[in-house]
């Protein structure tokens, strides 16, 4: 899409070292620098075996009468280098103190740059929910976050603001700000908004490959535990939820694409992708892993109610250890409980006669071991 002749004001307002570092970390090249007149840029496109040269003249004055006819000349070739519309390329540099994550639905519903109304509430809040689940793992990876949410990931949530939507199918813009940096100068070390934004492209891709994973395998019935190891890299069941909110739209699930624009005044690693894309396909598998990423959330006042399998004690010991066989979530599992003398002796009792124990706790998932902890009813059926 091509600048509007009204945009042409703004490129007056778009710094030469701001659009030098956009090139820079672009993979431009640059040859040579005239103080206060001119730097000159060269880009070497080797991409499906061709070679094309790419050259750019960068005036360093903003006070130029042509400045403005310059800058626009600079934004049509970097069109054709990056095959990206010129007003997206117009806001990332607008923008280069802070990352954009943009998220792209390309539906039937969409193909005029317009969104149901019920489609585009929907995209918002997953978004917010999908960047706010990066945050928290960012601070502590977790399977499973409650409603009630880490403070510093709640005060960043504060500076995450949501650009213009873009035409191109349909495209929300979510733009995370980094710390004010010094003019020209690049930061070497990480703040925490360019943390949550690296989590968010790793996770998502993890998510993608585990998917794949997922579906190659040739028994997949438990194979959703494979979703277990990507806990550390950021994946959690709310980002999961989110991701699967934002590609379903009347009881269908379609593609959700991800692109993601880094600042160039902080280093980026270089193997984080640029753009992901999750397939409608692999949407019931993130829905299974969701499911199962939340059996690790504390659950509390939980019922067992079961025969006891298996009893422990220490000889010195006043405490005892059961395992008990109960329903959870409708599947029977082995659960263990850590009992005071008075109970394990219920315990024991129960054992002998086989009766069933009914005991209230706080279930938990380590592992593959469910405990139930925080015990404050303990008894034995009649």
Not at 28 to 49: A, I, R
Not at 78 to 85: A, F, G, H, W, Y
Not at 349 to 370: F, I, W
């Amino acid at each position: 899409m091509k600048l509007d002749p009204r945009d042409y004001s703004l490129l007056s307002s778009l710094h030469p070292l701001d659009i030098a570092e956009y090139l820079s970390s672009r993979g431009w090249k640059n040859l040579e620098v005239n103080p206060e007149k001119f730097s000159t840029w060269e880009y070497v496109d080797e991409e499906n075996n061709d070679r094309n040269i790419f050259d750019i003249l960068l005036p360093l004055n903003q006070e130029f009468k042509d400045y403005e006819i310059r800058i626009g000349e600079i934004i049509n070739i970097l069109e054709n280098v990056e095959k990206r519309p010129q007003i997206e390329i117009l806001k990332d540099l607008q923008m280069i103190f802070a990352d954009v994550v943009r998220v792209r639905r390309d539906t039937p519903e969409t193909s005029q740059g317009n969104v149901p109304i019920n489609m585009g509430v929907q995209l918002v809040q997953q978004a917010k929910e999908m960047v706010l689940a990066a945050a928290c793992s960012t601070i502590e990876p977790r399977p499973f976050f409650p409603p009630k949410k880490f403070k510093d990931a709640l005060e960043y949530m504060e500076t995450v603001f949501m650009g213009q939507t873009e035409i191109g199918s349909y495209i929300l813009p979510i733009i995370s700000k980094l710390p004010p940096p010094y003019r020209g100068q690049q930061y070497l070390f990480e703040p925490f908004e360019r943390q949550v934004t690296q989590n968010l492209a790793c996770a998502l891709n993890v998510m993608n490959t585990t998917a794949q994973e997922y579906i190659e395998k040739t028994s997949p019935d438990d194979s959703i535990e494979i979703f277990k190891s990507t806990v550390q890299k950021g994946v959690s069941a709310n980002l999961c939820e989110a991701v699967v909110e934002m590609s379903s739209f009347n009881d269908d699930f379609q593609d959700v694409e991800f692109g993601f624009t880094w600042s160039p005044k902080y280093q980026t690693d270089q193997d984080i992708p640029k753009k992901i894309v999750l397939k409608a396909e692999k949407m019931p598998i993130f829905e299974k892993a969701a499911d199962y990423l939340r059996e690790f959330e504390p659950k509390e006042n939980f019922v067992v109610y079961g025969p006891v399998l298996r009893l422990e004690r220490l000889e010195e010991s006043t405490m005892g250890k059961i395992t008990v066989q109960s329903f959870v979530f409708g599947s029977v599992r082995n659960i263990k409980i850590e009992l005071s003398e008075h109970d394990y002796h219920l315990a024991i009792q129960a054992h002998d006669q086989q009766k069933n124990v009914y005991c209230k706790g706080t279930l938990q998932k380590e592992g593959r071991t469910y405990w139930l902890s925080v015990v404050h009813h303990f008894d034995v059926e009649s």
